[in-house]
């Protein structure tokens, strides 16, 4: 069973940048998806960004050009590089790994950007 483990959520001004990272335990099989999805207070969660093991990415237009996701299969980690951060992306952030028909998710890390 695979878990996963965020890092690297805090506050930060607007304007300025975070890592955010995922460790995931146990083994991953086949083809799968790692991902940051977000959910901010009183809204619905929704998608940031995902990796397939197969090489393709996927961003939210809202953060397309400032976000930057990466994995490495053999560590089995996803990063967020997030830049330029505002208001709009104070939320908590969750990774989530999809494999196998099953989906996981991390227990989430806070990200506040203060204007």
């Known amino acids: 069973q695979v878990q996963l483990v965020e890092s690297g959520g805090g506050l930060v001004q607007a304007g300025g940048s975070l890592k955010l990272s995922c460790a995931a335990s146990?083994?991953?099989?086949?083809?799968?998806?790692m991902g940051w999805y977000r959910q901010a207070p009183g809204k619905q969660r929704e998608l940031v960004a995902t990796s397939s093991s197969g090489g393709s990415t996927n961003y939210a237009d809202s953060v397309k050009g400032r976000f930057t996701i990466s994995r490495d299969n053999v560590k089995n980690t996803v990063l967020l590089q997030m830049n330029s951060l505002n208001s709009e992306d104070t939320a908590v952030y969750y990774c989530?790994?999809?494999?196998?028909?099953?989906?996981?998710w991390g227990q989430g890390t806070q990200v506040t950007v203060s204007s």
């Open positions: 146990g083994s991953i099989f086949g083809f799968n998806v």
């Open positions: 989530n790994v999809w494999s196998l028909g099953m989906n996981t």
